[in-house]
């Protein structure tokens, strides 16, 4: 009785002393204002900064190595308050948001063949580019939703998928998982977007899809701000010239100019928590 | 039971293959099916238990060799090894940290997991069980350990490939998993007529 419990008593004591040894000696010094910083970042680790976790970039930040508006994620409410902890000026980046240029999905952009292989657009794209008409729509299988670290993106019933602009952080995941290269990151403050990715000739866009852009010049004619142009059959907006007077979308006869439907909030709620945990 | 004079290389594939610890004697089932979606971190894993369950069960062996026995002590076993291999993982957890910063960011989570990982203990109370030498239940432990990184590598580069395929909804996630598992199992069966141990 005695003799175990002297046995147990030893063993703890050793490995007690021995953990409080290594606690002294492999002691890691973590600058408070580390911790600060990166509970104020959006903490969903998606390495668009190029830093791959949100706490290296705080410590980048901390040792002046990187400017607080590296992170696209971050508001710049708290861009501020992290300048403010480092007792420097902050400089704030404009807002993007990702849109999808089409405005295709099941009802408008027609099939060339049904597709019954892995339900992934990499993979619909290896397949003779796809299974629709139009060598430019959007496939409809989610891989940017799969990429966002935001849960911004819904599949609509369309097999379209919908941007949230207020979850939307404008990190650009999405634009690089998009075989088809049809999210394009613009400024929140530019409204109206061609919906539309289609580089061929009216004739064909107006064949394969009942909501492609056919280069008419209409809104071109009609933009008092010369923001419009047509380059290989496509209509793009300029976001620095034009000014939201929405004249281009009453005349777009195939309805592809659409409007973003987004009035800012003042103050973003928190985001933690609503992250999803990525990986495990 | 393990003779004395067994080949230390009988002992290794014994431990890797024919009794797998997670395939044929279904101890550290927990971590197999929770951190398998991903080859990477099922590497991370198996390197972590790897590295732990070689320390832990030298340190074990010494423990109940050199004190309990001479004690008639045997019955704190479980006890004094589930101290031993806390206080191991803390050890490595802090090392590691400290001069490899990287690695312990790429191990995350897993590190403090091993801890509760009913692997590590099992293969320090199976090589006291056989009776082996110290040299042997290093090997033993050894080859326990790179049986589970195996095991789990190839469970998670399946589950990779089956996350992608159109799998019928009741199947879909956990239950497709139990059924791969149990379907790797039986292939591992297939060893046990290698030799008798």
Redesign the interface.
Known sequence: MI??LL??GI??LI?GI??TL??RR?K?EINPLVEKVTNLLPGANCGTCGYG?CISLAEAIVKEEAEPDLCPATEPEIIKKIAQLLGKEARIKEKKTARLLCAGGKKNAKECFSYFG???CQ?AMLIAGGNLLCKYGCLGFGSCIEACPFEAIKMSEDSLPIIDPEKCKGCGKCVDACPKGLLQLLPLRQKFFVACGSEDKGAATAKNCSVGCIGCQKCVKVCEQDAITIENFLARIDPEKCNNCGKCTEVCPRGVIKQLNYTPTILPPPLRGRIKVR?? | MISNDLNIFLIFLSALLVNNILLIRFIGLCSFFGISQRIESSLGMGAAVTFVMVMSSSVTWLIYNFLLIPFHLQYLRTISFILVIATLVQLVERFIRKYNPTLYQALGIYLPLVTTNCAILAAAFLGIDYHLSFLQNLIYALGISLGYLLAIILFSGLRERIALSPIPKAFKGVPIAFLTASLMSLAFLGFKGLFGL
């Open positions: 003799a175990s046995i147990l063993l703890g490995f021995l953990l290594a606690h492999l890691i976790r892995i339900k992934d993979a990986g495990n």
